[in-house]
């Protein structure tokens, strides 16, 4: 169990380790091959903060479908926690840890959002189809979409602050 102030510590030395020892960038892609956990929070929020976009792996998949969507979204750096490290056998890029022990040194602070050169139009993530038709496909999502889709589900399911407590 996290509180909010300690998921967003983990997640801004997260962000601060992508940026200092791999230069994420906005736009950059950057995968993510977790089971649900909160590692998977602090890996999306630490990639969102660095200005990358993440593209969700599942450990589970078949080795061949990982291998296609690492090929095809051109990842060079995969977070990984878990069942994830033994599904990237294959992955001659960069893999990294989610082990919290690792970023102990970086800030905690909030890197300036204005300083990344981040706008609402850069990507949020990358998510790959089922594939059914054939090869799956990446869907690139930029935050303008995700912040209207999020908007848009508060007001249609009439989600409140009292609501969410």
Same mark, same amino acid.
């Given at each position: 169990? #996290?509180?909010?102030?300690?998921?967003?510590?983990? $997640?801004?030395?997260?962000?601060?380790? !992508?940026? +200092?020892?791999?230069? %994420?960038?906005?736009? $950059?892609? &950057?995968?993510?091959?977790?089971?649900?956990?909160?590692?998977? &929070? &602090?890996?999306? #929020?630490?990639?969102? =903060?660095?200005?990358?976009?993440? &593209? *969700? !792996?599942? *450990?589970?998949?078949?080795? +061949?479908?990982?291998?296609?969507?690492?090929?095809?979204?051109?990842?060079? !750096?995969?977070?990984?926690?878990?069942?994830?490290?033994?599904?990237?056998?294959?992955?001659?890029?960069? #893999?990294?840890?989610?082990?919290?022990?690792?970023?102990?040194?970086?800030?905690?602070?909030?890197?300036? =959002?204005?300083? #990344?050169?981040?706008?609402? $139009?850069?990507?949020?993530?990358? %998510?790959?189809?089922?594939?059914?038709?054939? =090869? *799956? =496909?990446?869907?690139? %999502?930029?935050?303008?979409?995700?912040?209207?889709?999020?908007?848009?589900?508060?007001?249609?399911? +009439?989600?409140?602050?009292?609501?969410?407590?």
């Amino acid at each position: 169990m #996290l509180t909010y102030k300690q998921l967003n510590e983990q $997640s801004n030395k997260e962000a601060h380790y !992508l940026r +200092e020892h791999h230069a %994420i960038r906005p736009d $950059s892609l &950057v995968g993510l091959c977790v089971e649900r956990s909160l590692e998977m &929070v &602090v890996g999306i #929020l630490g990639i969102l =903060k660095a200005g990358g976009a993440y &593209v *969700p !792996l599942d *450990p589970h998949y078949p080795q +061949e479908r990982l291998s296609y969507m690492l090929a095809d979204a051109q990842l060079s !750096l995969v977070l990984h926690q878990g069942a994830g490290a033994a599904a990237l056998s294959e992955f001659t890029g960069a #893999l990294v840890s989610l082990e919290a022990a690792q970023y102990g040194h970086y800030s905690t602070d909030n890197l300036d =959002k204005g300083a #990344l050169g981040l706008s609402s $139009s850069n990507l949020a993530y990358v %998510i790959y189809t089922s594939g059914s038709t054939g =090869k *799956p =496909k990446g869907v690139m %999502i930029e935050h303008q979409g995700l912040v209207n889709t999020v908007v848009d589900n508060a007001e249609t399911f +009439e989600l409140t602050e009292r609501a969410i407590k």
